[in-house]
């Protein structure tokens, strides 16, 4: 991955980020997944997309896996910051969101964090109830964790049947909301964002299921 940075920095997108990934149920190391990873792209257009959908870097990355999992998006919902920049826009959700939502294939969700100095150990200790009630939600399809380092620099990535399945996980259940509150009590966060997709298309696999 370290190596790729460069076509990345080449490539033309907007805004780029290449990921590990984990199960997401304590963000600590003990997580990682070292046979999966997961890179993060925003373009200005759709021919860009395309263009380097075909590029070498992603023609190489074809020959190495095993599987891939393609996930298109827009974004209908975004707010807070990644490395100081608004990757997704500043998009302002309307009442016609919530059919864009369900017109697609499904809808997506992106968390990042900066977790601040000291404050680790009091987070760490907050994911495992959230995480183990995210997997009981009606309605995901996938959650991983993701993240540009093994520590502090941490998120998810989810995918939804429909907007109200992501609404009732982060709004309707308790676990989730107790760790909102102690977010803004503890100041656990240097940095963060939280983003809402609608899913254009899915292509592929992940461990083997279609999604």
Do not use: N
């Not at 805004?15 to 600590?28: A, M, P, Q, S, V």
């Not at 257009?45 to 263009?51: E, F, L, N, V």
């Not at 499904?106 to 109830?129: D, E, H, N, Q, Y």
Request: aromatic fraction near 8%; avoid cysteine; charge should be positive.
């Amino acid at each position: 991955m370290a190596l790729d940075r460069r076509h990345l920095r080449a490539s033309g997108a907007a805004f780029w980020k290449l990921l590990g990934t984990g199960d997401g149920r304590t963000f600590t190391p003990r997580d990682a997944d070292p046979h999966h990873w997961a890179v993060l792209t925003t373009w200005d257009d759709d021919a860009g997309a395309t263009a380097f959908e075909r590029s070498p870097a992603v023609r190489a990355w074809d020959r190495l896996a095993a599987e891939r999992l393609r996930v298109e998006m827009v974004p209908v919902a975004s707010r807070g910051r990644w490395s100081g920049r608004e990757p997704f826009g500043d998009p302002v959700p309307r009442r016609a969101d919530a059919s864009a939502d369900t017109s697609g294939p499904g809808v997506a969700s992106i968390t990042r964090a900066r977790i601040r100095l000291g404050k680790g150990r009091s987070f760490w200790g907050a994911v495992p109830p959230v995480s183990t009630d995210l997997h009981a939600v009606p309605g995901l399809r996938l959650a991983v964790g993701i993240g540009e380092a093994p520590v502090g620099l941490q998120g998810t990535f989810s995918l939804w049947d429909d907007a109200s399945s992501l609404r009732d996980f982060a709004h309707g259940r308790a676990a989730h909301r107790d760790v909102v509150e102690r977010t803004a009590r503890e100041r656990w966060y240097a940095e963060e964002l939280f983003a809402r997709f609608a899913v254009r298309s899915l292509e592929g696999t992940h461990r083997g299921v279609a999604l």
